[in-house]
């Protein structure tokens, strides 16, 4: 295509240029020719001339001197000379013997002699003599006997012709050489001339095929460059524009793609036209699916449909809490519908966002159940109280019997009601933001003796032995206080569940990096199912025997956030009826928070 446009540029020029120099050719050579055979006429007159000059003194009856002078003075001027008589006959001729030649009175350069006015004839002729074509001059020869003759030049037309020829030879090869120079010089000035140009095409083609990196080079040249500047400029600002709008769609989709809730675009007609990544999670189904194709068709939930048509209805935003059976789980949406208004006032579709609540509306339920939970833990002993203090009020306390007993239930009832409460805050102060270790470096084994101290007596009312099994060095680091709390509900439990005359074992291991701690009774254990329950607030296994042995279901709740807090791992392996183990790994070196997270 470029190529065709230097063609354009070049093959005019050359036609122009071979014109000219044709033209120059047709009027340079009949000049030259022209020229040329004025010279020879010339050169034949004056060769005449001398010829005459040469033949005054001669005696031209004289034949055989006069034919032998002749051939040598043609032979030197290399012409062919012919002496005629004034009756035509000839006398002596250069090329043949004259004897031979017939009467040349009516040869036309003789004749023009003879009728002229200047003295002299002049023709071009085929001569059989010397079969070869002629130039003839002639002119009038005066001698002393007053008869005229005529003295005849023959020049060869040959070498005439021949020098015509170089004429034009020349004239062709310093035309053609003049074509070439010329026809070199054009092709580079419209190399010079097109190439800049040919760029700032090809960086339009490229622009337009959308590589904004395209450059041309801007050169010296004024016009162009000026133009080749105003392209690069031109593809910087694109390149530029077309970066910003790339990196805004990037960050949108980035955005749409991982915004936490499920996203969905519907055009007018109803087709699906966006629908994000969470929406998989959401409707646990590949939505991929659900673009370019109607909503109706391809969205389950009834709630959802009657929720997009009301939209459509409204064109308002509307904000819906939808409960969905997903799978086999019910889930809680806040569903918001907002419709997309273009600047022409006009709808051009609508967007649905889904928030998962599901997580939210379990923590409220939580918080409902802990605060029903409360209340009827905090029930029993206050109506206790309250009985037993209205039957003393009553005229219980003259009875001396009466009134002790009642006062020890009552005191055992407020013991119990301090102990919930102390739990509840314990529970509420360890889970607050606030809530930090008094890290220190302490020693397993020591504060298993003090708790083995502490709890003794409880364990000797149901015969049971504690035994301690330690290998290897128990330092770890950890708050000593909420240790020790850990140990104390762990032992507790232990002497708690497990009938009379039952044992409990404490093992310490000393590992790698962490030091292993075993709690092990002999007691009722319990079920696997109910293994990640127990570690919940107010959770009991049975709660008619646990209420028996007076607890509340808090202690492993603690327990349990407490070992969050020191990065120890819990685990628990029971046996129905045979035993339960507690395990916790303390690390000895104090962890970075998130460390653990894998447990
Ligand atoms: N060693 C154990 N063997 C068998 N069951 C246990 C053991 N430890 C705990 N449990 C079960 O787990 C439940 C929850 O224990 P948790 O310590 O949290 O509460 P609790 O002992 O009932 O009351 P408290 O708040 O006074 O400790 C218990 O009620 C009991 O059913
Ligand atoms: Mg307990």
Redesign the pocket.
């Known amino acids: 295509m470029m190529s065709s446009y230097r063609f354009r540029l070049i093959f005019p020029l050359s036609l122009i240029v071979l014109l000219v120099l044709a033209s120059l050719g047709a009027i340079l050579g009949p000049f030259f020719k022209e020229f040329y055979l004025e010279r020879m006429s010339d050169r034949i007159e004056k060769e005449s001339a001398a010829v005459v000059y040469h033949l005054q003194d001669i005696n031209l009856n004289d034949e055989e001197f006069l034919q032998n002078t002749i051939v040598e003075l043609a032979d030197r001027l290399d012409v062919r000379i012919t002496i005629i008589a004034g009756n035509g006959e000839v006398l002596a001729e250069s090329t043949t013997d004259p004897k031979e030649l017939d009467n040349h009175i009516n040869r036309s350069e003789i004749q023009s002699v003879i009728h002229g006015e200047n003295e002299n004839g002049r023709e071009t002729r085929y001569s059989a003599t010397v079969g070869k074509e002629l130039l003839y001059f002639a002119i009038p020869l005066e001698n002393e006997e007053g008869d005229g003759g005529f003295l005849r030049l023959g020049l060869e037309m040959e070498e005439l012709n021949s020098i015509y020829q170089n004429i034009w030879t020349l004239l062709f090869v310093s035309f053609f050489i003049a074509f070439l120079i010329i026809l070199i010089l054009a092709s580079k000035l419209t190399n010079q001339m097109v190439k800049p140009i040919e760029d700032a095409r090809r960086v339009a083609t490229e622009l337009a095929k959308g590589n904004f990196n395209a450059r041309t080079f801007e050169g010296a040249n004024l016009e162009t460059g000026e133009l080749n500047r105003s392209i690069n400029v031109l593809a910087e600002n694109l390149e530029q524009i077309t970066q910003t709008y790339e990196n805004q769609q990037e960050r949108l989709e980035t955005l749409i793609e991982n915004m936490g809730s499920g996203l969905i675009l519907i055009n007018t007609k109803g087709d699906i036209t966006l629908v994000n990544r969470k929406c998989n999670d959401i409707f646990e189904e590949d939505t991929e699916e659900w673009k370019n194709k109607l909503y109706y068709k391809v969205i389950k939930h009834k709630k959802i449909i009657k929720f997009i048509q009301e939209l459509f209805l409204t064109e308002k935003p509307t904000r819906k809490q939808l409960k969905l059976d997903v799978g086999i789980h019910f889930r809680h949406f806040d569903v918001h519908g907002a419709p997309i208004i273009g600047y022409d006032e006009k709808l051009k579709g609508i967007v649905i966002v889904f928030l998962n609540i599901t997580e939210l509306k379990k923590l409220e339920q939580a918080r409902k159940d802990f605060v029903a939970n409360v209340s009827h833990e905090l029930k029993t002993p206050v109506t206790s109280l309250k009985g037993f203090t209205e039957t003393l009020l009553d005229g219980a306390m003259d009875d001396e019997k009466l009134r002790k007993q009642f006062l020890t239930i009552i005191a055992n009832e407020s013991e119990r009601l301090e102990?919930l409460i102390y739990?509840l805050l314990e529970l509420s102060k360890i889970e607050g933001a606030h809530f930090q270790l008094d890290w220190q470096n302490i020693s397993l084994d020591s504060i298993v003796d003090e708790v083995f101290f502490m709890l003794n007596d409880k364990a000797k009312v149901k015969n049971m032995k504690l035994s301690k099994k330690v290998v290897g060095s128990t330092n770890i680091v950890g708050d000593p206080h909420r240790i020790k709390q850990i140990i104390i509900?762990?032992i507790?439990?232990?002497i708690?569940?497990?009938p009379e005359d039952g044992s409990i074992t404490v093992r310490i291991k000393e590992q790698n990096e962490a030091v292993l701690f075993e709690?092990e009774?002999t007691?009722?254990?319990?079920s696997k199912k109910?293994i990640p329950r127990?570690?919940e607030r107010f959770?009991?296994?049975?709660r008619a025997?646990?209420r028996n042995?007076?607890?509340?279901?808090?202690?492993?709740?603690?327990?349990k956030h407490l070992a969050e807090a020191h990065h120890a791992k819990l685990s628990v392996d029971?046996i129905v009826g045979k035993?339960?183990t507690?395990r916790l790994m303390f690390y000895k070196q104090q962890r970075e928070a998130g460390n653990d997270k894998e447990g």
């Open positions: 102990g739990d509900n762990l507790n439990n232990a708690a569940y497990t709690v009774d007691g009722i254990g319990m109910e127990v570690f959770y009991r296994v049975d025997r646990s042995s007076g607890g509340t279901g808090l202690g492993l709740a603690i327990v029971s035993g339960t507690f």
